[in-house]
């Protein structure tokens, strides 16, 4: 049974900051029929048995500051992995936009340069090779939205001839997922998340909201246009992976991605903790999110947890000792209204159209996209929470935030891809 203020997280409990039990809100009276309804504190929606009216039980807040607790002062994570993931979500938007090239080489290069030897396998680091460049593109396909160019990438990455030599031998397999586009012009010249005609499918995925049970689990729930969005390209990711891994049984899986890509990469992860989890050494995938919008309800976010989040497991290739590492850390900026504060942060269901060909935020900037989300109607009763472990980077200027340029800056010391 969960009782989010008893206990958090295993590795964030110092971090809480909770001790007091919030007063107890339990039972209300039906909205609609005026029943007694009892619930628990660990429930965020009640249902009345009576007549079937759901309505917020006013724990949320609780449950969230505990959901989303900080682990950023007690969570290690394995830097190389993390910084090779940041380089790819960058990398991926250049390939998009601009028809820039796979760089995998100049990605192990920097980090090659940037550890020292404690880090970075004495500088050794890895062979690529692209698995899967995503030029069947992604869409959303019950709406005929397609947009053809690449939305993913698959990588495999094995230890370079200086890496094996200092005994640091390693497999890992990215699943990278590009974040949202909707500029145009010179910014966006391939149209990268446009259809052929115009619409945009990217931010016709970000706000479609709802929530929906995945066809892989009934008890969780997806926010449907990212659900929708990664429905499109799953079936070929897992059977690329289950390709992959019959060739290097003892890989590690890493699912990463920026904004748009890290929602879809939570649910990727989640899917394939499902779908791959016997397959995959280790006994999952790991997940690392950058900037991530919510991306499901409450019990999601709690399987998330259970199944990745507090699963450890080695990465082999990593400098030091061995070590295990919690296989899913979420990173956000501390003051980024996608992921975070404000009133935005997608924290409840702000529906734009539901099952049409587009939204008018597309053509907007960064802060024009948030005022026009925010000029929607608030549906209390859907409501979304950050998958653990939630990893603040701190508060950054206005210009940086949301920048896939400040998160290479952090992981990878520099901005190596700025497309
Ligand atoms: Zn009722």
């Known amino acids: 049974m969960f009782r989010p203020w008893m206990r958090g997280t295993r590795d964030c409990a110092s971090n809480l900051g909770i001790t007091r039990m919030p007063k107890v809100k339990s039972p209300k009276p039906c909205r609609n029929c005026k029943a007694s309804v009892i619930f628990g504190p660990y429930t965020d929606i009640a249902k009345c048995m009576r007549c079937g009216e759901t309505f917020p039980t006013g724990y949320e807040d609780e449950i969230r500051r505990v959901v989303e607790a900080d682990c950023s002062g007690s969570m290690e994570y394995p830097k190389a992995a993390v910084a090779r993931a940041i380089g790819y979500c960058s990398m991926i938007y250049g390939m998009a936009t601009h028809n820039e090239g796979f760089t995998g080489g100049k990605l192990e290069a920097q980090i090659g340069k940037m550890g020292g030897s404690n880090v970075f396998n004495s500088g050794g680091t890895g062979e690529v090779e692209l698995i899967n460049d995503g030029a069947k593109g992604r869409g959303m396909v019950k709406r005929g939205l397609h947009d053809s160019r690449t939305g993913y990438l698959i990588t495999l990455v094995t230890a370079d001839r200086a890496a094996k030599a200092a005994g640091k031998d390693f497999t890992h397999i990215y699943i990278v997922f590009r974040g949202s586009r909707s500029e145009e012009g010179s910014l966006n010249p391939m149209a990268a998340g446009f259809t052929s005609d115009g619409h945009n499918v990217d931010y016709a995925a970000n706000f479609t909201g709802r929530q929906d049970k995945p066809w892989w689990s009934d008890r969780v729930k997806i926010r449907r246009g990212f659900l929708e969005l990664y429905q499109s390209m799953s079936d070929d990711i897992s059977n690329d992976l289950l390709e992959l891994l019959k060739l290097h049984p003892k890989a590690r899986v890493i699912v990463t991605g920026h904004s748009l890509g890290a929602g879809l990469a939570v649910v990727c992860a989640h899917h394939l903790q499902y779908h791959r989890a016997l397959r995959i050494d280790g006994g999952g995938p790991f997940c690392f999110p950058f900037c991530t919008p919510r991306a499901g309800d409450l019990a999601f976010?709690?399987?998330?947890?259970?199944?990745?989040?507090?699963?450890?497991?080695?990465?082999?290739?990593?400098?030091?000792?061995?070590?295990?590492?919690?296989?899913?850390?979420?990173?956000?900026?501390?003051?980024?209204?996608?992921?975070?504060?404000?009133?935005?942060?997608?924290?409840?269901?702000?529906?734009?159209?539901?099952?049409?060909?587009?939204?008018?935020?597309?053509?907007?900037?960064?802060?024009?996209?948030?005022?026009?989300?925010?000029?929607?109607?608030?549906?209390?009763?859907?409501?979304?929470?950050?998958?653990?472990?939630?990893?603040?980077?701190?508060?950054?200027?206005?210009?940086?935030?949301?920048?896939?340029?400040?998160?290479?800056?952090?992981?990878?010391?520099?901005?190596?891809?700025?497309?």
């Open 301 to 419: 976010a709690l399987d998330f947890k259970a199944r990745l989040g507090e699963a450890k497991l080695t990465m082999p290739g990593e400098g030091g000792g061995v070590r295990e590492y919690n296989r899913a850390v979420n990173f956000v900026m501390s003051n980024d209204p996608v992921s975070t504060e404000a009133m935005y942060g997608f924290k409840r269901d702000r529906s734009d159209d539901l099952t049409g060909r587009g939204t008018q935020a597309a053509n907007r900037g960064f802060v024009g996209k948030i005022a026009y989300g925010l000029r929607k109607k608030v549906n209390e009763e859907i409501i979304f929470y950050q998958t653990p472990n939630l990893y603040k980077l701190g508060y950054f200027q206005p210009l940086a935030i949301h920048q896939y340029s400040r998160m290479q800056e952090i992981f990878l010391g520099t901005a190596l891809y700025t497309t």
